[in-house]
């Protein structure tokens, strides 16, 4: 049964429960609802809430586990020595996944029935041309080990399946039978359904707190597994980064810092000047009308996505700074660099500093421009003197926001720095980033358990602590800012 | 009614007219908040401006040192003369002319600085001393005209937001006195200040006088009647009445003037 | 600091300068306060003329990807080529490959330039036949084994061009690069130009860049949107079901049964954080938990929909919070006030009142969803994908693309065909945006409430 018709059966059973509440309810008390303890719908909506919700966490919680247990019963019937050179246990269960879907498809369109699958042999059958011809494309000929466990495999998932549907009708079913006996004119229906409501509205806001541990978790894990194939030590202290397929990668952190803190800091360099002057006019220069206009343009900046600036880094500015700068100059030649990378994040960041400097600074109170103004101070003297400096907690943590953006902005960096893992101060040479090497290491073909797969993870957290350790700090200090003027 | 025996012990004893105000007025956009207003505040003396609120005293005194052009939309006609000259006129910078008509407000608005660069603000910007030794002695030369010194001397880098609320309305003052201003504005200096502090900035406004034309704005008669020697009612929008102190609160000549000063309109 | 009173050097009263004359000091202080004004305007000037290059670029760009230069021809599906044994048996009639219609368009366009009297000089028929897209032939054979009576018959057909000739005609290459290029030749380039002025090529406007599948490294002129428009819409539906009821309930409870405890502030710095995580550990969180661990298909809508939802939750709960925030407390004590309890005080008063608030966020928070590329490369949403997904649910399972991600793809081929592409990819993903924001300004102006 596919899931989509599982879920449509438990809902309808609920709709089905919350009309033969309301129902019941009302022919307990013979049509006189004041003698009910709530009004009648409630009575529905236990009804109703006890049927679906329990039954849909149920099946969300066990399509999330199902294929790791199956995974896990099912490598474990893979022997070390079945395993051939140059391939390893997570190849091997790829085939195996692909063999249990073959069988799927086989018996769904290539005529066969169970009993043809069970007595199915590799040595007797083309296995693999026979799932050719169902469209599953298998890389090698199929061992019987291999055969065997994706045998396995399909008929755990048919028995999982089976486990799961008969579970979530019985969940169902019972939390129908459960609400609808306990309705009595005298049952607290409203109340039921409202502690019920907000246990919902609690778990809703769970998500939050599961998304980060989900976060920490699949990084640390992963790290974890990376420090147990590459040295710790290397990673942290090693100043080259040389990724081989072969194995024997060099995968030392510092190049990749380099580039990320020089790209970045270029980009404050851009950013900061140009958002902060922005703010300052827009707060205490501009009239309402050039405000009402400029001040939404600055923000349309934040609002295009990375992926439009980093087209504009490769086929504008790139170019662009090689031509005007880079070459004329004797920098280098290439159009991708710590530059082009930079400027343009720049140009992002402008909104980020500017909006927020901008609320900070009209969060300075009136009185202290009055009093400036009173003792006959300009107004750039004011600003400069007075509100410049009652501001600047909240404009230093402004500048660690646009940072931390800056640090973890991606695709400008995938596609305006370059590749090359160096560690040079020329900024028009092509350098690389912590984020750029995430995407490349997982988006390459190198197989998942590797040390070159794995330490983008290792990547990924030092990006991770990085960045959750300049918001925080911005964080507080903007606080602790508004908290003095409030 | 007022029982306070000063009022008629005082005199007023200056005669330079400091400021001389001819038909004055002001517009807030469409609204006429200030109708021709004719005045002339003497030099050497307190000149109390009261009234209900809203009747345009806090309005008509920061156009005395052109504090309302950092408002847009209030527009100004009329003639302000500081020593006969049109402080309205095209050739003079407000900047020039705030450092020689200073201001306090009415709420304390130390700037988040120390109370030395808070007080030594203003000589700064305006270029006021030659060098440090100059600045110190401006400095405390200012904080004792606020009868400061003794409180901060000791700690003069302490911010000045850390004082209490007389103390930092003293610095404030103390601040608007170190540009050596002819005219001090005062726009209820005492409402954000308890009994006992308000005391102390009473008292140092009448010190003040001695070198100093002061105008203050308050809300309170005693304290118009406690610290000045000229009144001035404003009732409206309009300059109802001005004269010596004891004269608008013993026998005030329009009918308005009594009523607000017996309490029936305010 | 001595005898300070004898110290202060100022003028007495009477000596004062005449304030109608301006003193040098106060002339360099209104300098630079001039100044100062000045790098407030540049600074301002600098991020709106920033913006502007930056559309400008994308838009001079790419808006010759809305055109398509394509050759109208009439093309005579001849049985006995096609059919051989003529009984139209549909598997007969799919054993017949592309070669076959290319030769059928190769001999259609010949028979159009003589009709022209254009005579292909210094051009061998190769050369004339590459200029037809490689793309054209296929296209042609779908349309017969859509329609098996057509054979028989002459239809009019709209051959695309090659990526060469098209971009001859954009401006991208000229009869000098065409010298440098073994893709193309100056004879096929002039050859083009006098079909062109002979009416035989045109430059209709291109739907199938709006709607069709992406195309090969070699067939730019064939590339389009289609999977990775569908792709996106199919991971916004599931955004938009998802993140709405959830930051939503969130919110309610945050802002409005939450007390302030421990847990709260827990929930309450996860959300501040999680709304400055940067979007590729999104991405690595996709593929360890949602992949690796719960063995979703990779590239698929509804991965991807996963991952952008935990991504905008935190947007909308923060927008959300801030509009049940402004609905005013006084409503609330009236239905608490008449017996109503905090529930459904909540659901009948509050949530109505605030949901155009809620909308213009939940809004927002999709159009910086739709933008997204970062997390999407990494749970393969990046890899080559011409199938349109089928529909929904089961179609939120199969292998697409998304509209960045497709633009990010464009950029990453060798062709420089594809630098339009991208620019004209984004220029729709730009179009969505603009009118996903317009519509949450629209909202807020209609419904904004002043109590």
């Not at chain 2, 000149?47 to 040192?65: D, M, Q």
Request: proline share 5%; net charge neutral.
């Amino acid at each position: 049964m596919s899931i989509g018709l599982l879920s449509l059966i438990v809902i309808v059973l609920a709709v089905a429960g919350y009309f033969a509440g309301r129902r019941l309810a009302v022919s307990k008390v013979a049509g006189d609802i004041r003698k009910l303890h709530s009004l009648p719908s409630y009575y529905g909506q236990t009804v109703f809430l006890f049927t679906a919700v329990p039954a849909l966490l149920f099946l969300a919680a066990w399509l999330l586990i199902q294929p790791l247990l199956i995974e896990s019963r099912v490598s474990a019937m893979l022997n070390v020595a079945d395993v051939p050179d140059g391939s390893s246990v997570s190849l091997m269960m790829t085939d195996v996944r692909r063999i249990a879907n073959g069988i799927d498809l086989m018996l769904a369109k290539g005529g066969l029935n169970s009993a043809d699958i069970a007595a199915m042999r590799t040595d007797l059958t083309d296995v693999r041309g026979r799932l050719a011809e169902v469209g599953v494309a298998l890389g090698t000929n199929v061992t019987p080990a291999v055969f065997a466990a994706g045998k396995a495999y399909h008929d755990l998932s048919g028995t999982s399946r089976m486990m799961m549907t008969v579970g979530v009708l019985a969940l169902a079913l019972a939390g129908f039978v459960y609400a609808i006996s306990r309705i009595q004119p005298e049952f607290r229906a409203r109340n039921v359904t409202e502690a019920f409501v907000k246990v919902l509205l609690i778990g809703a806001s769970c998500i939050a707190i599961l998304t980060t541990v989900g976060i920490v978790l699949s990084l640390v894990f992963e790290t974890i597994s990376f420090f147990r194939i590459y040295p710790a030590k290397d990673f942290f202290l090693s100043l080259t980064w040389n990724p081989k397929f072969g194995g024997g990668s060099d995968l030392g952190i510092w190049p990749l810092i380099w580039g990320t803190l020089y790209i970045s800091f270029i980009a404050l360099l851009v950013s900061v000047p140009v958002g902060i002057f922005a703010a300052i006019f827009l707060a205490e220069y501009a009239s309402k009308k050039v405000r009402a206009v400029a001040k939404p343009l600055i923000e349309i900046l934040a609002g295009i996505p990375t992926i439009v600036y980093g087209l504009f880094a490769l086929i504008t500015v790139g170019p662009m700074l090689r031509d005007y700068f880079a070459q004329p100059m004797g920098f280098g030649s290439s159009s991708s660099s710590v530059m082009t990378a930079g400027v343009v994040m720049g140009l992002m960041l402008i909104p980020f500093v500017s909006s927020l400097s901008d609320d900070i600074i009209n969060a300075v109170p009136q009185s202290l421009r009055d009093g400036s103004y009173g003792l006959g101070a300009t107004q750039s003297e004011t600003i400069k003197q007075v509100i410049l400096p009652a501001a600047l907690p909240g404009i230093v943590g402004a500048v660690l926001l646009a940072a931390s953006r800056a640090i973890g902005e991606t695709m400008i960096v995938v596609m305006g720095a370059g590749a090359a893992a160096k560690m040079s101060l020329n900024p028009f040479e092509a350098m690389t980033t912590v984020t750029v090497k995430i995407v490349s290491q997982l988006t390459g073909d190198t197989e998942f358990a590797s040390p070159e797969t794995l330490v983008a993870f290792a990547l990924g957290l030092t990006l991770f602590v990085f960045t959750l350790g300049l918001n925080i700090l911005a964080l507080v200090i903007v606080r602790k800012y508004r908290e003095q003027y409030e | 009614m007022m029982n306070d025996m000063r009022l008629t012990e005082r005199v007023v004893d200056a005669t330079k007219i400091k400021i001389s105000a001819k038909d004055v007025q002001v517009y807030y956009g469409a609204s006429h908040a200030i109708k021709d207003v004719n005045i002339e505040i003497l030099d050497k003396t307190v000149t109390a401006f009261i009234g209900p609120s809203g009747c345009g005293k806090s309005t008509f005194l920061r156009c005395l040192n052109r504090m309302n052009d950092t408002i847009p939309i209030c527009r100004v006609e009329g003639k302000i003369l500081l020593d006969s000259e049109d402080i309205y006129d095209r050739k003079v910078d407000p900047v020039q002319l705030r450092a020689r008509v200073g201001m306090v407000f009415q709420k304390p608005n130390p700037f988040p600085k120390s109370i030395y660069d808070n007080v030594s603000y203003g000589p700064k910007i305006h270029g006021l001393t030659r060098n440090k030794a100059e600045l110190d002695a401006v400095v405390e030369s200012s904080l004792r005209k606020a009868a400061l010194w003794n409180e901060v001397k000791d700690r003069l880098d302490a911010p000045g937001t850390g004082l209490s609320g007389g103390q930092q309305q003293r610095l404030c003052i103390a601040r608007a006195v170190a540009t050596s201003p002819e005219v001090l504005l005062m726009d209820e200096p005492c409402s954000a200040l308890d009994p006992i502090a308000t005391a102390q900035v009473e008292e140092l406004i009448d010190e003040l006088r001695t070198n100093f034309s002061v105008v203050i704005v308050t809300h309170s008669m005693q304290q118009a009647a406690r610290v000045s020697q000229k009144t001035a009612f404003f009732h409206l929008g309009n300059l109802v009445e001005y004269g010596d102190t004891a004269q608008i609160f013993t026998k005030p000549s329009d009918p308005r003037t009594e009523s607000y000063i017996t309490g029936r309109i305010g | 600091m001595t005898a300070p009173s004898t110290n202060i050097p100022v003028p007495a009263a009477d000596f004062r300068p005449s304030l109608y004359k301006t003193d040098s000091r106060t002339k360099r202080r209104n300098a630079a306060e001039t100044r100062f004004r000045a790098y407030g305007i540049a600074a301002v000037a600098f991020g709106v003329l920033a913006l502007v290059v930056l559309l400008t670029s994308v838009l001079s760009q790419g808006l010759s990807a809305f055109r398509q230069t394509t050759m109208v021809m009439q093309v005579e599906l001849d049985p006995a080529v096609l059919d051989k044994t003529g009984n139209r048996d549909p598997a007969e009639l799919g054993k017949v490959t592309t070669i076959t219609y290319g030769r059928l368009l190769d001999d259609a366009l010949n028979k159009e330039l003589a009709g022209k009297g254009l005579i292909p000089e210094g051009m061998s028929a190769r050369d004339v036949s590459a200029m037809i897209s490689k793309e054209a032939p296929a296209q042609l054979r779908k349309i017969v084994l859509a329609d098996p009576s057509k054979i028989g018959s002459t239809i009019s057909f709209d051959a695309w061009t090659g990526g060469r000739i098209d971009g001859f005609f954009k401006g991208r290459v000229t009869m000098e690069s065409a010298q440098l290029d073994s893709n193309v030749t100056p004879e096929q380039l002039q050859l083009a130009q006098a079909m062109r002025d002979a009416g035989l090529i045109t430059m209709p406007f291109n739907w199938a860049f709006i709607t069709g599948p992406d195309a090969s490294e070699v067939r730019p002129e064939a590339a389009g949107l289609g999977v990775a428009i569908l792709g996106s819409a199919y991971m916004m539906l599931i955004v938009l079901a998802l993140a709405l009821p959830i930051g939503v309930a969130a919110s309610i409870y945050l802002e409005e049964f939450a007390s302030k405890n421990w847990f709260t502030d827990l929930i309450e710095v996860n959300i501040a954080n999680l709304a400055a995580v940067p979007s590729i550990v999104f991405g690595i969180l996709g593929l360890a938990v949602f992949i690796n661990f719960a063995g979703m298909p990779q590239s698929s809508p509804l991965v991807g929909g996963l991952v952008l939802t935990l991504m905008t939750l935190p947007t909308i709960i923060i927008s959300t919070r801030a509009a049940l925030k402004a609905v005013p407390p006084s409503i609330k004590d009236a239905a608490l006030g008449v017996g109503a309890s905090k529930t459904q005080t909540i659901f009948h008063h509050v949530l109505p009142l605030a949901m155009p608030g809620i909308l213009t966020g939940t809004i927002i928070g999709l159009a910086q969803a739709l933008g997204e590329t970062a997390p999407l490369l990494l749970i393969g949403m990046v890899a080559f994908v011409r199938d349109y997904p089928g529909a929904p649910p089961e179609g939120f399972l199969d292998p697409a693309s998304a509209l960045p991600v497709q633009v990010y793809n464009f950029t990453q081929r060798a062709d420089p065909a594809f630098v339009e592409r991208a620019s004209g990819a984004i220029i729709v993903l730009l179009v969505f945006l603009l009118a996903m924001n317009i519509l949450a300004v629209i909202l807020r102006r209609k419904f904004e409430r002043r109590w």
